[in-house]
């Protein structure tokens, strides 16, 4: 984060400002998002993977302020206009990375607290990483490499420092999520051939381990965990056919319920900026009896807010305390009006908005407006 920016936000931290600001949005919805959390120091850094003494401190500072609920307890009362308490907020965890069975799990059955993990069940129960942890895992153990992908209309990738590396990363990854899949997939196979010796770092390697079946039924039995589909193979869903973004879905939901025989009602978006779904999940989503699916657009929900567009607080490892508590309590969103490019968190490669208001007209009849009685 700019540092005028933090400077801003400690400012009005110091003033109570968050503190009004939840006040102020009592009556919204909160929804938040982790990926991984890490038990132990690194030498790397990387914005999904939170320390698990502050994600702890997180827990304990919600806990206080908001009343935490399953979402998908959450989205019946909606759809069912019974009221929600005030501050009422969710957990969400994308992607089932086994460090949420093994350090989250932990703190949250310690603290009480009920959460909904998405998993992209493809990779279940296996030693893959997601595409995209792919990238880094690849890319990152080398301190200079050359990655000529020319051949794939994409240019050459290289550094040579740490600094070119993490801007040479974050310039490829944007690169691939772009892509159309079989264009990604085709490209991706080149960098792997381009990197053969390269071993992924062990630390890294277990950061972006996804977890077993085994570990979601455990976490389910506890009562505290409900567990939801995320896609089979991690895919963006807009750079797919219209049979992959029905299998996709389909496919992944039907996989939670045939190892875990329940599944959350809830689906969560792969990258889920605006122009990484459509339209053409809303079929599937009917066939599964989906209720709602959240996205990683920032910000509280108002009640006008449809319930397939939910948004999220997305938390990264240099999410400073002044800043959780700016960003839980709306404040950040206000912050944000005077800086727009702000608005979309957690991909580089956000764009036009034009294929999400198609599924917010097909969702307006069900949305925080309609449903809720708070
Ligand atoms: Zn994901």
């Known amino acids: 984060m700019p540092g005028i920016a933090h400077k801003l936000i400690r400012a009005t931290e110091s003033l109570g400002v968050s503190a009004v600001s939840r006040l102020l949005h009592s009556q919204d919805l909160l929804i938040v998002m982790y990926h991984g959390i890490m038990p132990e120091s690194r030498d790397w850094e990387h914005w999904c993977q939170i320390p698990a003494d502050e994600?702890?401190?997180?827990?304990?500072?919600?806990?206080?302020?908001?009343?935490?609920?399953?979402?998908s307890d959450i989205v019946d009362r909606l759809t069912n206009s019974r009221p929600l308490p005030p501050?009422?907020?969710?957990?969400?965890?994308?992607d089932g990375l086994q460090n949420n069975f093994e350090v989250a799990f932990p703190i949250l059955?310690?603290?009480?607290?009920?959460?909904?993990?998405?998993?992209?069940?493809?990779?279940v129960g296996t030693d893959k990483l997601l595409w995209q942890d792919r990238v880094f895992a690849e890319t990152q153990a080398v301190d200079s490499l050359e990655l000529d992908l020319s051949t794939h209309g994409l240019g050459v990738y290289c550094w040579d420092d740490d600094v070119e590396y993490q801007s040479a990363y974050e310039s490829l990854l944007a690169t691939l999520k772009r892509l159309p899949a079989e264009h990604k997939n085709r490209a991706m196979r080149d960098i792997c051939r381009q990197t053969p010796d390269i071993e992924p770092d062990d630390s890294v390697r277990r950061a972006f381990q996804i977890m077993t079946w085994d570990n979601a039924a455990e976490m389910q039995a506890s009562g505290l965990i409900e567990i939801g589909p995320h896609t089979v193979n991690h895919e963006i869903l807009s750079r797919l056919s219209d049979e992959r973004v029905e299998a996709e879905i389909v496919d992944s939901y039907e996989a939670v319920l045939t190892h875990l025989g329940i599944s959350s009602s809830t689906f969560?978006?792969?990258?889920?900026?605006?122009n990484d779904f459509d339209a053409r999940v809303m079929p599937a989503f009917r066939q599964c009896q989906i209720k709602a699916a959240v996205t990683t657009v920032a910000g509280?929900?108002?009640r006008s807010q449809p319930?397939?567009?939910?948004?999220?607080?997305?938390?990264?490892?240099?999410?400073?305390?002044?800043?959780?508590?700016?960003?839980?309590?709306?404040?950040?969103?206000r912050l944000r009006k005077f800086r727009?490019?702000?608005?979309?968190?957690?991909?580089?490669?956000?764009?036009?908005?034009?294929?999400?208001?198609?599924?917010q007209d097909l969702a307006a009849t069900t949305n925080l407006a309609t449903a809720s009685s708070r």
Not at 55 to 71: G, N, V
Not at 114 to 121: G, K
């Open 55 to 71: 994600f702890r401190w997180q827990i304990q500072y919600l806990k206080k302020h908001y009343e935490i609920l399953p979402l």
């Open 300 to 302: 509280l929900n108002s």
């Open 307 to 333: 319930l397939f567009n939910l948004k999220r607080v997305g938390i990264g490892s240099d999410t400073s305390r002044a800043q959780f508590r700016a960003e839980v309590s709306g404040l950040m969103d």
């Open 340 to 359: 727009p490019t702000q608005s979309v968190l957690h991909d580089p490669a956000c764009g036009p908005t034009s294929v999400a208001d198609s599924v």
């Open 87 to 94: 501050n009422c907020a969710a957990l969400t965890f994308d």
């Open 268 to 274: 969560a978006f792969p990258n889920g900026t605006r």
């Open 109 to 123: 059955r310690e603290l009480g607290v009920p959460a909904t993990m998405y998993l992209a069940t493809g990779y």
